[in-house]
C-alpha cells in the first residue's frame, strides 16, 4: 500500500510517499481502509522533533515510528478476533497511528461510527481539534450557561470547533481572528467578532468569564485583564518556537503568575476518550457543528499540506482525501 514515511526529523520535505507493507490488525483492532485524513499542529512538530521535549516519547534521534497522521475517517475492511462493536462496511471516525495511508489499523475503542449526514472529509477534520476545544471549554473552563466566552483565534482549526461547541453549550461567545476570517466566524456562530488587526481585545472594556487562548499572542497579564475578578484563562497554543519547550514555555509561564492573581489559568494536554468522540458524534448528527474545511490535498501532496499548515493562516481544518 501507499504510505507518507519518513526516516529522520526535519521539515516537509523529508516526508516521502512510499510503498509498505499493508497492516494486519491485531485481535482488538480492525483494519480500515482510509477515505480521509487531516493534519494538525501535533504532526508537524513530531516531523520536525520540536520543541525537544517531545522526543522523549517520539525518539531522541530519529522518529520511533516511521508512520505520520492521527485523525481518521473510512471504512472497515477486517476486523480483529476480539472486536465486538465493528463490522467489515462500517464507515468510521477516530483515530490511529500512521493515519496517512491507504490502510491502517486502530483499536475499537478509538473508534465510532461516523454520522450518515457528515462526510469522510468532514468526519477525519474532527478528533484532536475537536477534543481540544471540547476539553478546553468544558473540563478546564468549566464553561456555564449564559457566561462571556472569548476565543482568542477562532478562526482555526480549534478555534472553529470551539465556537460552535461554546454555543452548543449556551454561551454569548466572542470569537478573535483576522480581517479575512470575521465573516466566516460570523458565520459559525460566533455572537460577537473582533478583528485583532484593528482592536485589541486585551484593551477593551469588556470582560469575560472565560478566554480560550489558542494563539498566545498577548501577554498572560494582558489576557487577565480582559478576564472577570473570578475569570479564566485556558492556555492551548502559543507563538513560541523554542527549540526545547516551544509553546510549553507559556504555559509554565502561566502557571507561575496563577500563584498571584485571582484568577484562574489552566494549563492541559488534550487526552483521548471515546466518550468525548461519542460526545462530537452526537453534535454532528444533530447539526450543531459542522467542520470547516479550508482545503483538500491528496496523499502525494501532505507535504505542501503541512507546509500550508505551519503557515498558521488556514481557514478551519487541512484534510486529506483519498476519494
Known amino acids: 500500500m501507499k504510505a507518507i514515511v519518513r526516516s529522520k526529523y526535519g521539515g516537509p ?14 485481535d482488538n483492532e480492525v483494519l480500515i481502509r482510509v477515505h480521509a485524513a487531516s493534519v494538525n499542529p501535533l504532526d508537524y512538530h513530531f516531523m ?18 516511521n508512520g505520520m ?11 480483529g478476533k476480539n472486536v465486538k462493536e465493528f463490522q467489515p462496511g462500517d464507515e468510521i471516525f477516530g483515530a490511529c497511528n500512521g493515519a496517512l495511508a491507504e490502510y491502517a489499523c486502530a483499536s475499537e475503542k478509538s473508534l465510532v461510527k461516523k454520522p450518515v449526514n ?29 457566561q462571556k466566552i472569548l476565543i482568542n483565534g477562532a478562526a482555526g482549526g480549534v478555534g472553529t470547533f470551539a465556537v460552535q461547541i461554546a454555543k452548543s453549550l449556551g454561551a454569548e461567545v466572542t470569537g478573535v481572528c483576522s480581517t479575512r ?7 459559525i456562530g460566533s455572537d460577537h467578532v473582533i ?53 510549553l514555555a507559556r504555559a509554565l509561564r502561566g502557571l507561575l503568575v496563577s500563584r498571584f492573581i485571582s484568577q484562574r489559568i ?12 461519542m460526545t462530537m458524534y452526537e453534535l454532528l448528527e444533530a447539526g450543531k457543528v459542522k467542520p470547516v474545511i479550508d482545503r483538500c490535498y491528496n496523499l502525494s501532496e501532505v507535504s505542501e499540506a ?15 482525501s483519498f476519494s
Open 266 to 277: 489552566k494549563v492541559y494536554m488534550a487526552r483521548w476518550s471515546k466518550e468525548d468522540l
Open 13 to 26: 520535505d523529508i516526508l516521502q510517499l512510499g510503498e509498505i507493507e499493508k497492516p494486519v490488525p491485531k
Open 195 to 247: 478583528d485583532y488587526t484593528q482592536e485589541d481585545f486585551t484593551r477593551s472594556k469588556n470582560r469575560y468569564d472565560l478566554i480560550l487562548d489558542l494563539v498566545g499572542n498577548r501577554s498572560l497579564f494582558a489576557c487577565n485583564r480582559a478576564l472577570k475578578a473570578q475569570g479564566t484563562l485556558v492556555i492551548v497554543g502559543s507563538q513560541s518556537k523554542g527549540r526545547w519547550l516551544g509553546p
Open 69 to 79: 497522521g492521527v485523525d481518521v475517517a473510512g471504512r472497515i475492511e477486517a476486523v
Open 181 to 187: 476570517n470575521v465573516e466566516m466566524v460570523r458565520l
Open 306 to 320: 503541512i507546509r500550508y499548515l505551519e503557515e498558521g493562516h488556514a481557514q478551519g481544518k487541512i484534510i486529506i
Open 118 to 146: 457528515v462526510t469522510f472529509e468532514q468526519a477525519a477534520a474532527v478528533p484532536i481539534a475537536a477534543f481540544t476545544a471540547l476539553q478546553g471549554l468544558r473540563d478546564q473552563g468549566l464553561i456555564q450557561q449564559g
Open 48 to 65: 520536525r522533533g520540536t520543541p525537544y521535549i517531545m522526543r522523549l516519547e517520539g525518539g531522541l534521534f530519529r522518529p520511533k515510528n
